[in-house]
């Protein structure tokens, strides 16, 4: 008998020796008087086992059959079950094998297994919460992980996240880099599908932002942007930089969600390369994420401006650098040279600065004055002068670092006697 069964043994013999009415018994139980009646009656034919519910210790008549149970134990022990906690296995039980069972109850049969094992989780440091935005498109959260995503099936692959803040839907792709070249084509995806967002919001890795170097003539000016903080600019995006992965909690918990959901539906589909590993994103991950985690902004409208004519993606997120043409109408490119054609040429434009941009696709285009030209690529080849080698003349000992010889056969001399010597000296004197 639990303690809450006898707090109500003590109320139903107040009732019953007429210590407390039977509303009042009522009251302090939040039965009805109908039921303290009932369970008087009860008191008084079966004694203190009135308040023991009949069905206590009996085998319930909705209890599932000892054989799903073994079967679903049997499929949670094979290899590529191994790591799944009780949430998610009970997901893949009723989506893979049609055992529909409730997560509580998956929890105490692998618990029996010894396939699962609660931990006690510790609070080491209280983050105070950031309020979400209030309407989607307005903040979207952008990083990139390099987990072993396909747990060594295959080549190492990252995974680039875009999450809007304000709903927590989720736009995600599977790279061979976390390059630029990368990055400008996952947000060259995002772009297409849900427009333009108000403002990104990044960590401080280099292909966002200019890191300035210690103890630089320029340190205190502003350092240029990167290429892609110049495409965002020139798509009228805001950035923001975080100063710390606490400050991106959204997309970070997300990878850690990833990192358990994702790596098992991708063992368990048999993903071994990218674009498989992209197309169970799309097909499966991505709509199961935006379904059960996105949640319904405080703001009805979207945030998202979409692409006005004057946004040419291929132009813009790519490789962009200035250039400036020559007197003779060419320019120099990656130790290229092209030549502007002759229906394009304009007085001023020698001496000039041109925008190349180096597209993603291998081609070139230079724009000048916000107008492309058509460039020819020069085949330049270097002619051999007709002039002969100059031969040099050979090299002339050095004097200075050959030994004195002034020394050589001074002892074997004879030396003057002393009368010759005095009169040396006398001389000299």
Request: glycine share 6%; with cysteine; proline share 4%.
């Amino acid at each position: 008998m639990s303690q809450a069964d006898r707090d109500r043994l003590v109320a139903l013999k107040k009732a019953r020796d007429r210590k407390i009415t039977q509303r009042q018994a009522a009251e302090e139980l939040r039965l009805s008087e109908r039921q303290i009646r009932r369970l008087l009656a009860k008191l008084r034919s079966e004694g203190d086992r009135a308040v023991i519910h009949g069905l206590r210790g009996r085998r319930s008549n909705r209890r599932i059959g000892e054989e799903k149970q073994q079967e679903a134990i049997r499929i949670l022990k094979q290899d590529r079950y191994q790591g799944f906690g009780p949430t998610l296995a009970s997901e893949y039980l009723g989506k893979k094998h049609r055992i529909e069972v409730s997560k509580e109850t998956v929890r105490k049969w692998m618990q029996e297994a010894g396939l699962w094992r609660a931990q006690r989780q510790k609070v080491e440091h209280v983050h105070r919460w950031r309020p979400r935005r209030e309407r989607f498109g307005e903040l979207v959260q952008w990083d990139t992980s390099e987990h072993d995503w396909l747990e060594g099936r295959g080549e190492k692959i990252y995974l680039i996240k875009m999450i809007d803040d304000a709903t927590s839907r989720l736009f995600a792709r599977f790279v061979r880099h976390d390059s630029t070249a990368e990055n400008m084509a996952v947000l060259e995806q995002y772009l297409g599908r849900y427009g333009r967002p108000l403002e990104f919001y990044t960590d401080k890795a280099s292909i966002f932002h200019t890191t300035p170097k210690k103890n630089h003539p320029a340190r205190d000016q502003e350092l240029p942007p990167t290429q892609i903080g110049r495409a965002l600019r020139e798509l009228g995006i805001g950035w923001i930089a975080a100063h710390s992965p606490q400050a991106k909690g959204r997309v970070e918990r997300s990878f850690q969600t990833a990192q358990d959901r994702l790596v098992k539906g991708l063992r368990v589909a048999g993903v071994k390369t990218l674009e498989q590993a992209n197309a169970y994103l799309e097909s499966e991950y991505l709509p199961e994420w935006n379904q059960k985690f996105t949640v319904v902004p405080a703001g009805g409208d979207d945030a998202h401006r979409q692409l006005g004519p004057g946004h040419v993606l291929e132009g813009i997120l790519c490789p962009v650098e200035n250039r400036v043409i020559a007197d003779d109408y060419t320019i120099r490119h990656q130790g290229k040279l092209y030549q502007i054609a002759a229906g394009q040429i304009r007085p001023r434009m020698r001496g000039s600065a041109v925008r190349v941009e180096s597209r993603r696709d291998g081609t070139i285009a230079a724009r000048w004055e916000e107008r492309y030209l058509d460039l020819a690529l020069c085949q330049t080849t270097e002619k051999a002068s007709s002039k002969p080698l100059r031969r040099s003349a050979p090299a002339k000992p050095n004097r200075s670092a050959s030994k004195s010889r002034w020394m050589d056969g001074f002892f074997q001399r004879p030396s003057p006697t002393l009368r010759q010597a005095i009169g040396i000296a006398n001389a000299t004197s």
